[in-house]
């Protein structure tokens, strides 16, 4: 590949090397810039960091795996094919969604198939549903296709697309527009729980999200073998491949700023860095909150970030088994007693509920190479409140994961007391702690109508020149279509390599 000497291209900071940041490297670096990825773990994919204990491997966070052309386009950026690196397996079904009373639905990869599903928990919703995938194709088309890649760098902007937001009737929750089309409350449930993985309350969160539904139908959901770790290591090659570097261990303190521009970045070592561009791929609010100094910040002041809304905490148990549990699905939702006032608990009263929803991760039924030989690796995730909540972790963690242990044992897993050979456990507090995450939210600023679009941090920062935000806290928001999307907002917004070199 040709390569430009390191001394004539202009530098990118990324800061943070989530999958927003390592689009973000990829795509300047295919732009002519020289990229530094600092990122201040021992190792890369941020919530995609992998875990190993004893030869179990844990995916620490995404494991579901849509619109995989998004990752693609990074491969062939890199003029390369994604599967050279990497080995993508289509799921089916997509989820086994199991109700407190044992009821399951499986969401499976074909439409007819989950047409019978639906006729079977409520014949008279077959219809409903036909008009619910219509509806979310029509989101998907507007909010997937039209507004994820393109920036948002005024009001004027949002105004464009406001004709297209009212005809869909963005105004209205996802539940609102499930409800709109279903009648049956357990389908309500299944086709209305997708906010959760991005960090939205269904009953909240702009209905434009149910496009969801189509994108998995249209496009699949997928596992990539070795787990998500093997596309973060797939991700890291290309960058080095470029000729670019990836710092650990490496936590930026400041964004230096000067005249109302960046110009690098200082490192809690003392050392800086100096670039032409700085890209913060850190969460949107402690981008804001903690490295870019106040008197430099009209638009995203403290009191802003304070008053804004968070997405959810999440607790989420890994552990491995010395058996393997063969007839777990790969992806599982248990659904709980309670589907809306736990909802409410989590995002609305704050408070640690007795009772859960869980989905539970078994990667080994696809790739069994992920533990040793004749075990399974497992996560268990449970949407809890975010630090605003009085919830003391050092106390309640052990309890809670007690509990949710008991429920599976008593449920899908048994005997799992027994069968536990590892375990590790985080709460919210190792999402603002490990990951600097405001407020320990699962997935930065929760994504309701008010703080989407030209509302949300701008990729384009409105307050600093030369800054600009990836990932899950800026436009288009949480997920890694989401994220690695707005790593191509850059090309709109960042300048080409060439002009920045002239001007600096
Ligand atoms: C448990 C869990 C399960 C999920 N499941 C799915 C799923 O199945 N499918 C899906 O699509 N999405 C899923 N998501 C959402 C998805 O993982 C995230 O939205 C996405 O990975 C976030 O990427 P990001 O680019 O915002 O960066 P992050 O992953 O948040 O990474 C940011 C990086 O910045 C680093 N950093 C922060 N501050 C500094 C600093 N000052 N200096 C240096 N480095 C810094 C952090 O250490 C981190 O590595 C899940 C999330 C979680 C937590």
């Known amino acids: 590949m040709f390569r430009v000497h ?20 990829i795509r300047l670096g295919a732009r002519g810039y020289r990229v530094t990825v600092l990122e201040k773990r021992d190792g890369p994919g941020g919530r995609a960091y992998v875990y190993e204990r004893d030869g179990f491997v844990f995916d620490a966070g995404p494991t579901i795996v849509t619109a995989p052309f998004v990752l693609e386009e990074l491969w062939q950026l890199c003029g390369r094919r994604m599967e050279e690196d990497i080995d993508l397996r289509p799921m ?47 989101n998907y088309k507007v909010g997937f296709e039209g507004l994820a890649h393109v920036p948002f760098n005024s009001l004027a902007d949002m105004a ?17 527009l499930v409800s709109k089309h279903i009648r049956d409350p357990r389908l309500r449930q299944v086709l209305s729980f997708h906010p959760l993985l991005v960090g939205g309350n269904p009953f909240r969160t702009t209905s434009v999200y149910c496009l969801i539904s189509f994108l998995e139908r249209r496009f699949g959901v997928h596992f990539a073998m ?39 970045v200082r490192l809690k070592s003392g050392e800086e860095i100096a670039a032409d561009v700085v890209v913060s791929n850190a969460d949107s609010a402690s981008t804001y909150h903690d490295l870019v100094p106040a ?29 393997r549990y063969e007839d777990v699905p790969h992806h599982s939702i248990l659904l709980g007693p309670r589907y809306k006032e736990l909802i409410e608990d989590i995002f609305e009263r704050k408070v640690l509920a007795d009772d859960f929803s869980l989905y539970l991760h078994r990667p080994t039924k696809t790739d069994p190479s992920m533990a040793p030989e004749g075990c399974d690796t497992f996560y268990a995730l449970s949407p809890v409140p975010h630090l605003e909540a009085d919830v003391d972790w050092e106390t309640q963690a052990e309890p809670y994961r007690r509990r949710i242990e008991a429920f599976l044992s008593e449920t899908l897993l048994p005997d799992l007391e027994n069968q536990v050979a590892v ?22 600023l929760e994504p309701v109508l008010w703080q989407s679009a030209a509302f949300r941090p701008r990729n384009r920062s409105e307050d600093v020149d030369r800054l600009y935000l990836v990932g899950a806290g800026t436009h288009p928001g949480a997920g890694l279509p989401g994220v690695i999307s707005s790593a191509k907002v850059l090309d709109e917004v960042v300048p080409d390599a060439q002009r920045v070199k002239g001007a600096a």
Do not use: C
């Open 295 to 323: 008197g430099d910040r009209r638009h995203w002041t403290d009191r802003r970030i304070r008053r804004s809304r968070y997405s959810m905490g999440l607790f989420v148990w890994y552990f491995g088994t010395r058996r």
């Open 226 to 264: 070795g787990g998500t770790g093997s596309l973060v290591k797939g991700l890291v090659g290309l960058i080095q491949g470029q000729g670019n570097t990836i710092r650990y261990h490496s936590e930026v303190e400041r964004i230096l700023v000067e005249g109302g521009r960046a110009r690098g």
């Open 92 to 138: 089916d079904p997509f989820y086994q969604i199991r109700f407190h009373d044992g009821q399951v639905f499986n969401y499976w990869a074909d439409i007819e198939a989950v047409r019978e599903e639906v006729r079977r928990f409520s014949p008279g919703d077959l219809e409903g549903y036909d008009a619910f995938m219509k509806a979310s194709q029509a």
């Open 160 to 176: 464009r697309v406001v004709p297209d937001l009212v005809r869909l009737g963005a105004y209205r929750s996802v539940y609102g």
């Open 6 to 25: 390191d001394d004539l291209r202009p530098h990118a900071v990324v800061i943070g090397s989530g999958f927003g940041g390592l689009a973000a490297a």
């Open 423 to 444: 375990s590790h456990v985080v709460t919210p507090r190792y999402f603002q702690d490990e990951l600097n995450s405001f407020r320990g939210a699962g997935f930065g």
